[in-house]
């Protein structure tokens, strides 16, 4: 499993959790409904131990035995509260599925309903399946906007000098991806290596990065 993918699928994850304990910002009215949707929309997919609890398979994603249920119980959830909460369990289940035209629907719905709440990951994915799809004037637009999400993270894990070199090499690769140079990236590689004495485990694949269509390939498989 690409590194990336495994921090993004992991990363939105957790975000998902913390948000799923915290509730909702519903109506009053709504919001006990809402949460027992998700509730239960989370128990479905964690009861399947294949599906949660193993690394997504690429080429042999595996689907949830209670997928017809969750999609419901999801999508229900979304018609009561279009919230970004349950938007990110959605996305977190759909890349778990491995269900790239979805992934790319529920972005480009969230971009419509809830841009100004979108984390510069979700920028990212979304420039890199819109570009992965052939259209690269609005994966640039979105390249763009995860650029400048990521310029604000930095600021703020920049006490964190892990966390600040890593969203740093999250930076550099949108930017290398956007370009399709890998100067930046690289260089910021070296940087990191340099300032933390060791490389981090799976970044090795990064280093020799020449072409955006190769690193497609390495997260997302042949194009279809």
């Known amino acids: 499993m690409n590194v990336r993918l495994f921090l993004m699928v992991g990363c939105v994850a ?15 009215d709504n919001q006990s409904v809402v949460h027992t949707l998700i509730l239960e929309a989370d128990s479905l997919m964690r009861s399947d131990s294949l599906f949660w609890n193993v690394p997504v398979d690429k080429a042999h994603p595996h689907v949830c035995i209670h997928d017809v249920l969750i999609r419901e119980k999801l999508d229900s959830a979304i018609s009561l ?3 970004k909460q349950i938007y990110l369990l959605k996305y977190t289940y759909l890349l778990r599925s491995w269900r790239l035209p979805e992934v790319l629907a529920l972005l480009r719905e969230m971009d419509t309903c809830m841009c100004d709440s979108m984390s510069p990951e979700l920028w990212n994915m979304k420039a890199m399946l819109e570009d992965y799809q052939g259209d690269s ?30 969203v740093r090499l999250e930076k550099a690769l949108n930017f290398s991806l956007m370009k399709n140079d890998f100067r930046v990236l690289q260089e910021e590689i070296t940087f990191y290596e340099r300032v933390n004495g060791k490389a981090v485990h799976g970044m090795e694949q990064w280093k020799n990065l020449t072409d955006k269509r190769e690193y497609y390939r390495q997260v997302f498989g042949q194009p279809e």
Do not use: W
């Open 14 to 28: 957790g975000m998902c959790t913390a948000c799923i304990h915290k509730g909702t910002g519903c109506q009053v």
């Open 81 to 83: 509260c279009p919230d």
């Open 137 to 166: 004037v609005v994966a640039r637009k979105n390249f763009l906007r995860a650029d400048s999400a990521y310029g604000v993270k930095v600021q703020e894990v920049a006490q964190d000098s892990l966390m600040y070199g890593f």
